[in-house]
């Protein structure tokens, strides 16, 4: 039997654990730098071990790891200090075209949609429900909110997230590190670090995370 861990013990990491067990994946250890205790996830937590101030007592060896973090910029800060191998988590109701790829450490949620020459790059979340046309390009750490509905040939920059029930029409270029607000229909490209709300959507700020205010 396929065993996992999971880094990550809050409501997203409930949805995952979900997938997991109806793909038979048993899950052996998790993880939490923060752990809330609110969500059902948090049960068999090892703490001490997730700590991202613990970096070298993690035990990167082992089985390979799912990154349970909403957050897009703390989901890249953490793979990039484990040196684990990375399992996916996809829900036996998506649909995932033969000629779509899919990275690794990557979550599908049940009944969203990636159709063909479509590739999604590694430590996404393809939330419920969502939609990924043809031939879309979705960068690593990028979050493809439930319901938001992305159109034929449109390429999400790395880290990127599109909000739920967003609508993003032919051929658009979302840059890296962007919002796109719920419910936003996206008709222009979008510059790097733009949150961009409204029907048609405008940029209401440009904001690099990476660089201090
Ligand atoms: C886009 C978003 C990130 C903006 O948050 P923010 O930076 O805190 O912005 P504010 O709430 O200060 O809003 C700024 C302005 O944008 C407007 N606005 C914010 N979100 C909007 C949206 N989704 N659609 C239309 N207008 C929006 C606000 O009304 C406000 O307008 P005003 O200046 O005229 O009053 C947030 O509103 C949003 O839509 N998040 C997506 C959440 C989501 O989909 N999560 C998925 C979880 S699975």
Same mark, same amino acid.
């Given at each position: 039997?396929?065993?996992?861990?999971?880094?990550?013990?809050?409501?997203?990491?409930?949805?995952?654990?979900?997938?997991?067990?109806?793909?038979?994946?048993v899950?052996?250890?998790?993880?939490?730098?923060k752990?809330?205790? *609110?969500?059902?996830?948090?049960?068999n937590?090892?703490?001490?071990?997730?700590?991202?101030?613990? =970096?070298?007592?993690?035990?990167?060896?082992?089985?390979? *790891?799912?990154?349970?973090?909403?957050?897009?910029?703390q989901?890249?800060?953490?793979?990039?200090?484990l040196?684990?191998?990375?399992?996916?988590?996809?829900?036996?109701?998506?649909?995932?075209?033969?000629s779509?790829?899919?990275?690794?450490?990557?979550?599908v949620?049940?009944?969203?949609?990636?159709?063909?020459?479509?590739?999604?790059?590694?430590h996404?979340?393809?939330?419920?429900a969502?939609s990924?046309?043809?031939?879309?390009s979705i960068?690593?750490?990028?979050?493809?909110?439930p319901?938001?509905a992305?159109?034929?040939?449109?390429e999400?920059?790395e880290?990127?997230?599109?909000?739920v029930?967003?609508v993003?029409?032919?051929?658009?270029?979302?840059g890296?590190?962007?919002t796109i607000g719920?419910?936003? *229909?996206?008709?222009?490209?979008?510059?790097?670090?733009?949150t961009v709300?409204?029907?048609p959507?405008?940029?209401? =700020?440009?904001?690099?995370?990476?660089?201090?205010?």
């Amino acid at each position: 039997m396929k065993k996992v861990r999971i880094y990550g013990a809050g409501g997203h990491s409930q949805v995952i654990r979900k997938v997991l067990e109806l793909n038979d994946i048993v899950v052996t250890d998790t993880y939490d730098d923060k752990p809330s205790t *609110v969500h059902s996830a948090y049960q068999n937590t090892n703490i001490e071990t997730g700590a991202r101030d613990g =970096k070298d007592a993690f035990p990167h060896e082992g089985d390979p *790891v799912i990154i349970a973090v909403g957050n897009n910029l703390q989901r890249a800060e953490i793979a990039e200090f484990l040196k684990s191998t990375f399992e996916k988590a996809i829900h036996p109701s998506s649909i995932i075209a033969e000629s779509a790829i899919v990275g690794e450490g990557t979550v599908v949620f049940a009944g969203a949609i990636i159709q063909p020459n479509t590739t999604v790059g590694k430590h996404v979340i393809v939330n419920t429900a969502a939609s990924i046309d043809h031939d879309n390009s979705i960068g690593d750490y990028a979050h493809i909110s439930p319901k938001a509905a992305l159109c034929g040939h449109v390429e999400v920059g790395e880290g990127s997230h599109v909000g739920v029930g967003a609508v993003v029409i032919p051929k658009i270029k979302i840059g890296k590190w962007c919002t796109i607000g719920a419910g936003t *229909v996206v008709i222009k490209d979008v510059p790097d670090y733009a949150t961009v709300v409204g029907n048609p959507g405008r940029i209401i =700020k440009i904001n690099n995370p990476f660089v201090s205010q």
